[in-house]
Nanobody
Framework: QVHLVESGGGLVPVGDSLTLSCAASGRTLSGDTMGWFRQAPGKEREFVASITGTSRYTHYGGGTQGRFTISRDNAKNTLYLQMNMLKFEDTATYYC??????????????????WGQGTQVTVSS
């Protein structure tokens, strides 16, 4: 059983930066793809970013590339999302997820097996 816990969310002004963390326990995830998704009120959960186990490949959803950076520290079993130049429309609950046994980039909800409880990011205008 994998347990994922996100942290680092908060209330920030437009243009500011935040770094989200996702600490994993229960299994070493160094060989598994991980990702970030987000869900705004009244909207479907959407893909934000994905990273393979060795960090060789990353992929970003629309609207975030160039501003967001996904990374991981396998020694700490932790996933990160650095978010710069935050916009009002980035306001959402952010979730990390793990795709067990998946070696490639994963962009759909169905590909992920474990999810964190989410951390709220609110960008004020």
């Amino acid at each position: 059983q994998v347990h994922l816990v996100e942290s680092g969310g908060g209330l920030v002004p437009v243009g500011d930066s935040l770094t989200l963390s996702c600490a994993a326990s229960g299994r070493t995830l160094s060989g598994d793809t991980m990702g970030w998704f987000r869900q705004a009120p009244g909207k479907e959960r959407e893909f934000v970013a994905s990273i393979t186990g060795t960090s060789r490949y990353t992929h970003y959803g629309g609207g975030t590339q160039g501003r967001f950076t996904i990374s991981r520290d396998n020694a700490k079993n932790t996933l990160y999302l650095q978010m710069n130049m935050l916009k009002f429309e980035d306001t959402a609950t952010y979730y990390c997820a793990a795709a067990i046994g998946v070696p490639d980039i994963a962009t759909t909800i169905a590909e992920y097996d474990y999810w964190g409880q989410g951390t709220q990011v609110t960008v004020s205008s």
